[in-house]
């Protein structure tokens, strides 16, 4: 359930920015087939991750973890 939550956030917010799978993948130095596993839930995030797609979305990590689920994670 974390893991879906975490990328609907992550795809939601690259769909506002107007960016592809592709040109995020890019952006932050990853495949296009990691990005997607990380979308469709298939794969839990790092923090430093969430922090690398805030960065590049130009978003706070609080825009990605409003619930503070990244303290819960340790």
Known sequence: MET???GRRVRAFRKL????Q???AKELGISVSVL????RGSR???EDFL????EVLQISL????????LENRQ
């Open 4 to 6: 879906d939550i975490w």
């Open 44 to 46: 839990v995030p790092k």
């Open 17 to 20: 920015k107007g960016l592809t």
């Open 36 to 39: 997607g596993e990380v979308e």
């Open 22 to 24: 592709e040109g995020l």
């Open 62 to 69: 609080d825009d990605l973890d409003p619930k503070g689920e």
């Open 51 to 54: 922090v690398k797609v805030a």
